[in-house]
């Protein structure tokens, strides 16, 4: 069974650009969540999508956004970037939405120049 | 919000040594994972344990709900152990509430030859 997969693994922009991800969950996954890690702040909850819904929200501003499609798979999306978007962005799925493991892909290391 | 702490913070090794790494939270937890990130970033799912005691080769994991804390075991280390050990809990769970990961800051484990 393929793991969850991100693309693309590295990423390199500039202040003021937008940038999308991408997330294909396990087959069978319903729910998608989306992860930001960085050295200060260490690994912080961004949001999480069940069957095309955002279920949850973590506390990042709103150039932070994400979408899940009929597939299941997941893209988010950071507007007007920011040198302290610069991070490793984790994507996971799960079964259902919970009582169940969360399973991570390699993630994507974003450097804003 | 629900507080994660793991000790120790880091840790030294020689191959061989066997080890133990603490998770402790701050209210009851649905759901409880241990997770090692590699060198790449990839979070890597090593156990699934809400309460109870799992064991995996090498590793075994416990996790005692009522008092709050678990514990992941490393015997026999080796030198691909490296990496860093999260700790990661998700409480206050339901059907519609859907589901957020409150990582620890993490155990980095460093075995040398």
């Known amino acids: 069974k393929a793991g969850v997969t991100q693309t693309p693994r590295y990423l390199i922009k500039t202040r003021g650009q937008q940038v999308t991800l991408s997330c294909s969950p396990i087959s069978g996954h319903r729910s998608v969540s989306w992860y930001q890690q960085t050295p200060g702040q260490g690994l912080q909850f961004l949001f999480e999508y069940f069957s095309e819904t955002q279920r949850n929200k973590g506390n990042f501003p709103g150039r932070f956004s994400g979408r899940q499609f009929s597939n299941s798979r997941s893209e988010m999306n950071v507007s007007t970037l920011e040198l302290g978007d610069s991070a490793l962005y984790l994507c996971a799925s799960r079964r259902s939405s919970y009582n169940s493991p969360l399973h991570f892909g390699n993630g994507t290391r974003l450097t804003v120049t | 919000g629900i507080q994660v702490e793991q000790s120790p913070p880091d840790l030294i090794l020689q191959e061989g040594a066997n080890s133990t790494l603490r998770c402790n939270f701050s209210d009851s937890v649905n759901n409880l994972q241990w997770f090692h990130q590699n060198p790449w970033g990839q979070l890597i799912n090593l156990f699934y344990?809400?309460?109870g005691t799992k064991q995996n080769g090498r590793l075994s994991a416990t996790t005692v709900a009522t008092e709050r804390y678990s514990l992941l075991y490393i015997s026999s280390s080796q030198t691909t152990d490296s990496g860093v050990y999260f700790c990661a809990v998700e409480h206050g769970l339901g059907e519609t509430s859907g589901s957020r990961l409150t990582f620890g800051e993490g155990t980095q484990l460093t075995v040398n030859p």
């Open positions: 344990i809400p309460s």
